[in-house]
């Protein structure tokens, strides 16, 4: 009995999320734009064994407030390191751009970092001890300066030449493909786990509608501020934590292909092996990461994300290139595609309806194609589908056009008539 009541207070809690959520959105309609902005910031560059490619996009929300950092050679004496990291930040974006800028500095001045030893489990402390102090750094600034109310998740992943060190804090996610498979990723903080409900109660807080007090969907973070001020608590037992896990993995050079870094816009649209099987398949085609991370941000905008999104690529020597097979059959799926609208145009035409663009995906999506990129289905063909759309549009309305211009057979005939008829008629000279 007791099991089927937590299952019934479960269910009622996703209702009345999914409710909220919704209200709330209605409620502040200037969250979000009447369409998204699709420009995106790209970046690319490459340092030792690695290469890396960044995208970043505004998408449907009317502020962009998602920043990153991107250090491929850390300075002397971390040769052969690296740091990569994406904040997502909410209720605005000073925390956010904050970390973007300074956190690198806090996690290098710990002693872990001053010789040429290392030391996993002392670079783990020296990056939680980090986090704890510039969150602290912020806090003092928030008072003083009166900054926003907001808050920012991170995912970071610092690399060694012996090791990877992920550093999760909040919703946004990394993971690691090694020999084709998610050897490896981040587990999200959500107020709904039991680790992080028994915190946040412990402190006096709730979690109410799958969040900390009804209102904030994750348990830690950086920033923050209103749910870090129960004074009889320390900084990692508060209802939000600035705590991050630390996970240490040994490097694999002949199996680690890449790593991927991204906020919970990208996630909400893909799952872990999705969006790796996704990468490597985009890999194939071009073997660039900066065009992986647009394809993968495209992908996200048509499969229905709403959030501003940032994705970074960290490539490794083991990762797929660029294969002639592989463009052969994207080719040869575009082709298809192509083909395939223009049948489901004309099919269309014969209907009370007529063709649209909405009817032409629902036909496709109805259609088993085994040949659609893994894990980003026919959402990720979607500028084809589109582009394909309007050209046999555009040649349907043209030749229309021509068949109403063209004069009839009866007309022409009336025309010849009427010349000759004024032919007979001229008076002779």
């Given at each position: 009995m007791a099991s089927f009541v937590r299952l019934l207070v479960s269910e009622a809690e996703k209702v009345m999320a999914r409710f909220f959520k919704a209200e709330q959105e209605a409620e502040?309609?200037?969250?979000?734009?009447?369409?998204?902005?699709?420009?995106?910031?790209?970046?690319?560059g490459e340092a030792g064994d690695l290469r890396y490619g960044l995208a970043s996009m505004q998408g449907w929300r009317a502020h962009m407030e998602d920043t990153h950092t991107v250090?491929?050679?850390?300075?002397?004496?971390?040769?052969?390191?690296?740091?990569?990291?994406?904040?997502?930040?909410?209720?605005?974006?000073?925390?956010?751009?904050?970390?973007?800028?300074?956190?690198?500095e806090y996690v290098l001045a710990t002693e872990a970092f001053s010789g040429q030893e290392e030391d996993p489990g002392a670079v783990k402390e020296a990056v939680r001890r980090a986090f704890l102090a510039i969150d602290e750094r912020m806090q003092a600034l928030a008072e003083a300066e009166a900054w926003e109310h907001a808050g920012s998740?991170?995912?970071?992943?610092?690399?060694?030449?012996?090791?990877?060190?992920?550093?999760?804090?909040?919703?946004?996610?990394?993971?690691?493909?090694r020999s084709a498979t998610v050897a490896f990723h981040t587990e999200d903080h959500k107020p709904t786990k039991l680790r992080e409900r028994e915190r946040i109660e412990n402190a006096g807080g709730t979690v109410t509608l799958h969040r900390v007090n009804g209102s904030l969907a994750v348990s830690r973070a950086l920033g923050d501020f209103d749910y870090k001020a129960v004074t009889w608590r320390g900084p990692t037992e508060q209802p939000v934590s600035p705590e991050p896990e630390v996970c240490e993995l040994p490097r694999c050079p002949e199996e680690d292909e890449f790593v991927v870094l991204a906020c919970d816009g990208v996630w909400d649209a893909f799952d872990n092996a999705g969006l790796s099987a996704f990468v490597r398949s985009r890999l194939c085609l071009s073997g660039s990461p900066r065009d992986v991370c647009e394809c993968v941000l495209d992908a996200c905008l048509y499969k229905g994300s709403r959030d501003n999104m940032t994705c970074i690529l960290?490539?490794?020597?083991?990762?797929?290139?660029?294969?002639?097979?592989?463009?052969?059959?994207?080719?040869?799926?575009?082709?298809?595609?192509?083909?395939?609208?223009?049948?489901?145009?004309?099919?269309l035409l014969r209907q009370e309806e007529g063709p649209n663009l909405a009817a032409v995906f629902q036909c496709l999506a109805a259609e088993a194609n085994p040949s659609l990129p893994p894990g980003g289905g026919l959402a990720s063909k979607r500028a084809v589908i589109v582009d394909a759309y309007q050209q046999v549009k555009q040649n349907h309305e043209e030749q229309q056009q021509r068949q109403d211009a063209a004069p009839s057979a009866d007309a022409t005939a009336n025309w010849a008539t009427d010349d000759e008829m004024c032919s007979l008629e001229e008076p002779r000279l």
């Open positions: 502040t309609p200037s969250s979000f734009l009447e369409a998204p902005q699709t420009e995106k910031w790209l970046e690319e250090q491929p050679q850390l300075p002397s004496p971390l040769a052969g390191w690296a740091f990569f990291a994406v904040y997502d930040g909410h209720a605005g974006s000073a925390v956010a751009q904050f970390c973007a800028k300074h956190l690198l998740t991170a995912v970071a992943l610092l690399i060694s030449p012996r090791h990877f060190y992920f550093i999760n804090l909040g919703d946004s996610r990394g993971l690691l493909c960290v490539c490794f020597p083991a990762a797929p290139g660029a294969s002639p097979e592989a463009l052969q059959k994207e080719q040869e799926l575009d082709a298809y595609l192509e083909k395939r609208v223009a049948e489901l145009y004309h099919e």
